[in-house]
């Protein structure tokens, strides 16, 4: 298997990968900064040997992640792209009491860039898209937030309306219905006429949007548990365990989950 990694250099989409290579699959990594493996002596024997791969740049830059798709389908195409790019440097916001992101649409452009930049031979035999945003997003996600949580959510509401642009690309390129109730981007998120430099509305096939709970450097335990975004009781998870979900479950058994928003939470 062939895997597509964006924001993989950390956190779910390092841990994921790493289980990925360890089975025996090919990863080829897009990385703003690729000397943050030099010194990853788990990563070391995987570059050596040629199954990880890494192409610099940027998914900000369209281009990049062209340069990205044309080395991952060398020799043959993606079977699978794991989209797990989120921002590491938010800062808090005294006047509005939340934290905001730089730019504010840093996933939402990154994802689109991603999809707009699909080589055609890719485009009739589909990769399957694993991409994750959060739970609380969603209107109905967030009507099952734990009323403790809720301040929590009220101050990550900068990187939660920009995971709220993803959905949004999800949600049409899928062919889904959105919610009645969901809030449509402001312009800084996603600016009108985005639609036009996808392929039409429903035109991805494979996919599914994975919302885990606030997440926690928490060890790998494989107890958790996954629903719809009716999920209760959703308070924290560990990225080690979505990563686990993701390997052991979400791509060993995709025909269940192909097409689903799916949550996961202890």
């Known amino acids: 298997m062939k895997v597509l990694a964006i924001g993989a250099s950390r956190n779910i989409g390092y841990h994921s990968t790493l289980q990925l290579l360890q089975q025996g699959h090919h990863v080829v990594y897009l990385l703003r900064k690729p000397s943050v493996f030099d010194a990853n002596e788990a990563m070391k024997p995987f570059i050596d040997s040629g199954v990880a791969e890494i192409v610099q740049g940027d998914a900000l830059v369209a281009d990049d992640l062209t340069r990205a798709w044309a080395q991952a389908t060398v020799g043959g195409p993606v079977d699978v792209v794991l989209f797990t790019l989120g921002s590491t440097q938010a800062s808090f916001s005294i006047s509005s009491l939340s934290f905001t992101i730089n730019p504010p649409n840093l996933c939402t452009a990154a994802l689109l860039n991603t999809l707009t930049t699909l080589p055609h031979s890719s485009a009739t035999v589909q990769p399957r898209f694993i991409i994750t945003t959060s739970f609380g997003v969603t209107k109905a996600s967030h009507s099952s937030v734990p009323l403790l949580t809720r ?19 999800c949600t049409y390129s899928a062919g889904w219905t959105p919610g009645a109730k969901e809030k449509i981007p402001s312009e800084e998120i996603l600016t009108t006429g985005w639609e036009d430099r996808l392929p039409g509305k429903g035109w991805m096939k494979h996919v599914v949007i994975l919302r885990p709970a606030l997440l926690t450097d928490g060890p790998e335990t494989g107890k958790y548990r996954v629903g719809d975004e009716k999920l209760t009781g959703v308070w924290t998870v560990s990225r080690k365990d979505v990563a686990h979900f993701i390997v052991t479950d979400l791509l060993a058994n995709w025909e269940k989950y192909e097409g689903k928003g799916v949550s996961i939470a202890y």
């Open 151 to 169: 301040p929590l959510y009220s101050m990550i509401k900068g990187p939660h309306a920009d995971k709220m642009g993803m959905e949004s690309i």
